[in-house]
């Protein structure tokens, strides 16, 4: 259905003087900034990661796009609010996760907790803070998107594993994988923040260069597809 080796994009997009950049956002709730992430892709014949950066609250986040000139940017929360307690996408996102081998429990109601409600809250403000600064925003699930990515089950598990050993490992193993696809250079991704934030910055790539690679889960919502695995 998808065949990711047919995008003529990425080498347009090659050709052009000025650079693309994207970028991720993991977002955490208000009350918790140091666990907000931040990375910014720049492509030209391969997207290279150009700043990776915590703690910042929405004005910062404007700021540091702006001055990036960053054209589009995915960010990992609910981005709209439901009707009861599930949104629709939410339900199929679920179903998506489970059919993978992942765990429907990767996807929480956007008001299931006070500190999910305080992050989806957040993240409309946010929204509306960059549209009204010409950004494209789009709401991904980079746990999602890494399941996809890499075809592993454990890996999508651990990263965030409570064990510290088991998180590590999990975590250099992405950055292993990431780095064939992605020149991240001298960064590094301390914790799944960075990790997160650096797949939603791809997922925003991959919307720009190769969307036959992403699986739309609702209107502006969009994670990786099991056809964009790494080769």
Known sequence: MRNPGNSKRPAEIGKNKSALRVAGIDLSGPKNLRNTSVAVLEYRRAPRLLKLQKGLN??????LLRKLKVR???I???LSLPAEVWRP?????REVLKNRGGSPRYVMAPT?????RSLTERGIKLKNLLEMNLIKVIETHPRASLLSL???IDLARNYKNRDRKKRKRARDRIMELLRKHIDIGNFV???DHDVDALICAYVSFLLTCSPERLLKISEGFYVVAPEGTFS
């Open 58 to 63: 929405d004005n910062q986040i404007l700021e």
């Open 189 to 191: 991704l301390c914790d």
């Open 72 to 74: 589009i940017v995915s």
């Open 89 to 93: 996408e939410d339900l199929y996102l």
């Open 112 to 116: 299931a907790t006070f500190q999910m």
């Open 76 to 78: 990992d929360a609910p």
């Open 150 to 152: 890499t075809m592993d």
